[in-house]
Structures are given as C-alpha cells and as structure tokens.
C-alpha cells in the first residue's frame, strides 16, 4: 500500500529518445508535483497540479510535457533527451490542510 | 519571491554528538515551515514541522523552533546517531493560494560511530 509510486525506479536512454516516467498516488490528494533533483541534491520544482489542472509551471524546457489523466496520476514525458536531463526525478502529492509533501521513490534518469 | 537558505555541508558528527543545522528563509507572508529528511537512495520524507510564529515541531529526537524575529527555523538534536546519517531539507510553504513548497538546498549529515 505505496503512498506515491514512481515506474521505472532507473532510466538508462540515448540522447534524443523520448522517455516517459509515471507516478501514482493513493492518498486522495488533489495536488501534484514534479520535482528535478540533481548530482548535488538539489531539489527543483518543475510542475504541479491540482485536480487535473496546472498551477506550477516552472522555467522548465518545453521537451518537459506533464500529464494527468486524473488527479491520482501525474505522468512526465521528457522529448529529444540530453545528457543535462541526467538527474534523479521526484514526484510528489500534498495534504490540502496541512501542505505536507509525500514523495516517490523517485526514478534516476540517466541519458548517455 | 521566497527563498530559504541552509549551512553548506557535509555535516561529520561522532555518535552522541549535538547537532545544529541552520536554516533561514525570506518569505512575504506566514509561511508553514518544515523539515525533511532523505535517506540514500530514498525519497524525502516529512521530519517535523510547525506553522506559526513560536511553534516547535518535534520527531525522532529532532526539533526545530519557529522564529519569526529571527526568520530561522533551525534544526536540533541533542545526541545523533548513526542512523541519522542523511540529507536534511529545509522548507516553506508560502501562504499564498498555490501550495508550492520552496527547499533550501539541503545538508548532508554524516555520523561516525
């Protein structure tokens, strides 16, 4: 009974593939988020939803396309890869009262 | 906009050791305040946290005081352990309508038995 569930956990790709990361969560939260963290741990907001809708929309490169199908999944497509997307990509879901973050296990893309 | 600032790691303590890891923030509003901790290889989960002036959130032997004279949000430990070994997230939420949650840039604590 995952809270947030990411697939893959490890992403190995070629530069210019086009790669999709999922996430899913079962704590009925109505936002979502999607967050970059690099080699030097540091965390950066990409997007976030609430309730399907897009409220958070970082300076974030437009190869980057988030999707929701419904407001317990938050799915990423990353277009034409390059080496710089290498990083380890978090997804996450908020509590509406108390605005605490539940994360994934996040999915360590690496593009070669 | 809002931003929070952290002491540079890495943090090496013996066992037992007190732990002190700085944190302030620049917000507009009353943020909510947290702390989060990532084990390796793990994602980051909720330490503690408080949401108003004066407020000390507490877990796990951790705490953190709310202090908004200061804008600090400092975390602490009386004796660590082994097992804290990690990295510790500080970070508001602003009190604006979206809930975008702003990290510093997180300090990597080491402890040697």
Known sequence: ?112 | GDSVTQMEGPVTLSEEAFLTINCTYTATGYPSLFWYVQYPGEGLQLLLKATKADDKGSNKGFEATYRKETTSFHLEKGSVQVSDSAVYFCALRDSGGYQKVTFGTGTKLQVIP
């Not at chain 1, 995952?2 to 999922?22: C, E, F, H, R, W």
């Not at chain 1, 540091?42 to 409220?55: G, P, V």
């Open chain 1, 1 to 112: 009974d995952t809270a947030v569930s990411q697939t893959p956990k490890y992403l190995v790709t070629q530069m210019g593939n086009d790669k999709s990361i999922k996430c899913e969560q079962n704590l009925g939260h109505d936002t979502m988020y999607w967050y970059k963290q690099d080699s030097k741990k540091f965390l950066k907001i990409m997007f976030s939803y609430n309730n399907k809708e897009l409220i958070i929309n970082e300076t974030v490169p437009n190869r980057f396309s988030p999707k929701s199908p419904d407001k317990a999944h938050l799915n990423l497509h990353i277009n034409s890869l390059e080496l710089g997307d290498s990083a380890v990509y978090f997804c996450a879901s908020s509590h509406p009262a108390t605005y605490e973050q539940y994360f994934g296990p996040g999915t360590r893309l690496t593009v070669t």
